[in-house]
């Protein structure tokens, strides 16, 4: 199947007054239709960036470096912003961290879904863009959509108001949606429910989606496929299947023993150690080298490629050279 | 909120206007007739030089000015109360007739500069926002910090130096030349100077408040969700933040009146014309004091109204439908 977005070794930096900032380095993945990508890693990563960077929704004090984007088999790195306005919507769209302040708090709900629909449809009557609204709505799991089209954003809970967010990211049909960690603002049992609708509306709109977060729990629930990040580079790239059993960087070993379900029966949660290196200053070699219990010597020289463990899985360390030694991975290991 | 509420809430706004106006009055009074200055002199002109001490306590007495100041205020107060403002030592005749014949030209000139820092401010501040950090802002902001930094009265007279003076394009001073008060284009070009040097002291300011407060929602995070979804930046601009911006900015320019009426009173003073400004200005420095005093209440009602008027404003923006503090979640 072609591929519907194709991301070749982007760098996006931040120009702030302490200097560059290399948020996004070198990274490369693609989407098929119809298909969810999961992009873990932790705090600080580049994960939200990597997704604003498409959608070009970065301040301008970010630029991309080098590296290419593709939609659809169209080339959009060097589009301008009165371009891109009509990208939006119809070829991707975003559902954002905290739906507390992703809306326009002195508009009704239904008035800003209302505008995404006409932004895409612009000959519509209103009466063709209330009923489209209530549509979204009752999609997205908003009960009695003609009274609360009328209410306004501070009505509405947080679960209830990401559902809205979500309506208005759905208005135009996009082919890709990026949900950036769409749970995280919410409270645990609303989580769950975003989740399923997530998952839900994701099967029956075919919408491949790019599924941003720290929280590899929730991968296991809606990921075909994992890219694991870390300090702006993608470390690890697999099925959901192989990046869950046969976990191949030490990273995602580490951010696998963090799971509270492994921990079972233990006093305290596995924590890998240190904290992610600053950006601005990135240091020579493997970004990771200095938390990594199993570093060799080599990884403080020099950046490991990806190396390929199957035609779907390659991982950026160097256990996996031939001449690196054989070591017992601390998880998983189904064929390691 | 129920019709007994509403009685209570306009109830409690009058009180405190007509209390405001009171203090203000009894402040002025007092202030007015301690000051040093003669008042006797805007009544008899040069005549008072040459008087005996007999002649200044009866015409003292004759003017009212004899008795202790709280009685003065007390006897005026209830004049006042009955409608009767009393006469202007210096013109002889009703005060409110003084003010008649020169309240228009102070509306035309302030209102004219209202109306002139009420647009241009909002399309100056638009502008800057739109243009964020790039040269026709950056231009903007330093010319305009340095217009509003310079003194009205200094500018003025640089105003008259060049434009009057120097080139002799426009006339320094007064509302009209003499004979020609129904040429309207006479009116105008003695307006130009002065009205320029109201917007000019007070544009800035206010144009550089609607940028930041534009430019406050545009970092909004749901200025992100809007561009996702595919609307374009005017769009935003308009249908979004700078919608979001009007009710704060409607307070503002409440609060402006006081100010660009106070800068409308000095460049009246400096530009000789007869409008409110001056007179207040020669009723204080010739002791001129029912016309001061009547003067004092209508700007310091104005002032009080405007004021009350933008308070009410920001209430009835409900806080609720403002953007909130991101909540406190787990990262």
Redesign the interface.
């Known amino acids: 199947m072609a591929e519907l977005l194709e991301v070749k070794n982007l760098s996006v930096s931040f120009f702030t007054p302490a200097g560059e900032v290399q948020a996004v380095r070198n990274v490369s993945f693609s989407l098929r239709p119809g298909e969810v990508l999961a992009v873990v890693g932790e705090?600080g990563c580049g994960k939200s960036v990597l997704c604003?960077s498409i959608?070009k929704?970065l301040p301008?004090t970010a630029r991309i470096q080098s590296g290419s984007i593709v939609v659809n088999g169209a080339d959009i790195t060097g589009c301008r912003?009165?371009d891109m306005?009509?990208?939006?919507?119809?070829l991707f769209?975003?559902v954002?961290q905290?739906p507390?302040?992703?809306?326009?708090?002195?508009?009704t709900l239904g008035a800003q879904i209302g505008?995404?629909v006409r932004?895409?449809q612009p000959g519509l009557s209103g009466g063709a863009v209330r009923q489209r609204v209530m549509e979204l709505m009752t999609l997205v799991g908003i009960d009695r959509p003609e009274e609360r089209m009328k209410l306004?954003p501070?009505n509405f809970s947080?679960g209830q108001r990401q559902r809205g967010?979500m309506a208005?990211?759905l208005?135009?049909s996009p082919s890709i949606l990026f949900a950036d960690e769409p749970t995280?603002?919410l409270d645990v049992t609303i989580q769950a429910q975003i989740l399923d609708l997530l998952r839900d509306v994701q099967a029956r709109l075919g919408t491949a989606t790019v599924f941003v977060t720290?929280d590899l729990g929730v991968v296991a629930r809606v990921a075909d496929r994992v890219a694991v990040m870390y300090a702006g580079r993608i470390v690890e790239t697999g099925t959901a299947e192989e990046i869950f059993y046969d976990p191949r960087h030490p990273y995602t070993w580490g951010l696998l023993r963090a799971l509270p379900a492994l921990n079972r029966g233990r006093d305290s949660l596995y924590t890998i150690p240190g904290m992610p290196p600053n950006l601005a200053h990135p240091p020579a070699g493997d970004a990771f080298a200095c938390r990594n219990e199993y570093a060799l010597a080599i990884d403080y020289e020099e950046e490991p490629p990806m190396f390929r463990v199957t035609d779907t899985h390659y991982a950026a360390t160097w256990l996996l050279d031939e001449r690196a030694p054989r070591i017992t991975p601390p998880i998983g290991g189904a064929h390691g | 909120m129920t019709a007994r509420k509403q009685i209570i809430y306009w109830g409690k706004k009058a009180l405190l206007f007509v209390l405001s106006v009171l203090v203000l009055s009894l402040a002025a009074f007092y202030v007015s007739r301690l000051a040093p200055g003669d008042p006797l002199v805007s009544y008899y002109g040069t005549r008072v030089e040459k008087m005996s001490p007999a002649e200044r306590a009866w015409a003292e007495e004759r003017l009212g000015l004899n008795e202790p100041i709280s009685v003065q205020y007390v006897r005026w107060l209830a004049r006042t109360l009955q409608g009767d403002f009393g006469i202007s030592y210096k013109y002889k005749m009703d005060v409110t007739e003084v003010i008649a014949g020169r309240i228009g030209n102070t509306l035309l000139l302030g209102g004219a500069g209202f109306l002139l820092i009420f647009a241009l401010s909002m399309l100056l501040g638009v502008l800057c926002a739109w243009y964020e950090?790039r040269p026709l802002d950056r231009l903007l902001c330093r010319v305009g910090t340095v217009s509003s930094c310079i003194p009205e009265f200094w500018l003025s007279l640089v105003f008259i130096l060049v434009f009057s003076v120097t080139l002799r394009w426009l006339p320094s001073s007064g509302a009209y030349s003499v004979g020609r008060g129904d040429d309207w284009l006479d009116r105008l070009a003695h307006l130009v100077l002065p009205l320029s040097i109201v917007v000019l002291s007070h544009l800035w300011y206010y144009a550089y408040m609607v940028r930041n407060r534009i430019l406050e929602e545009v970092r909004?995070?749901?200025v992100?969700?809007?561009?996702?979804?595919?609307?374009?930046?005017r769009?935003v601009m308009f249908?979004?933040c700078l919608?979001?911006t009007i009710p704060s900015y409607l307070s503002i320019m409440a609060i402006s009146v006081p100010h660009v009426l106070g800068g409308t009173y000095i460049v009246e003073t400096v530009f000789s014309y007869p409008g409110l400004g001056t007179l207040s200005y020669e009723s204080a420095r010739y002791k001129d004091y029912n016309l001061l005093m009547l003067l004092c209440l209508m700007s310091g009602a104005l002032v009080i109204l405007c004021s009350m008027a933008a308070q009410i404003i920001n209430e009835r923006i409900d806080p609720?439908?403002?953007?909130?503090a991101?909540?406190v979640?787990?990262?």
């Open positions: 705090s604003k959608m929704l301008r912003e009165r306005h009509r990208l939006r919507g119809k769209s975003m954002f905290d507390m302040t992703a809306l326009n708090p002195t508009m505008e995404a932004v895409h306004y501070h947080g967010v208005i990211a208005a135009g995280t603002a720290h | 950090d909004a995070d749901y992100l969700l809007a561009k996702a979804k595919g609307l374009t930046k769009s249908r979004h919608r979001n609720r439908v403002r953007p909130q991101p909540e979640t787990e990262r």
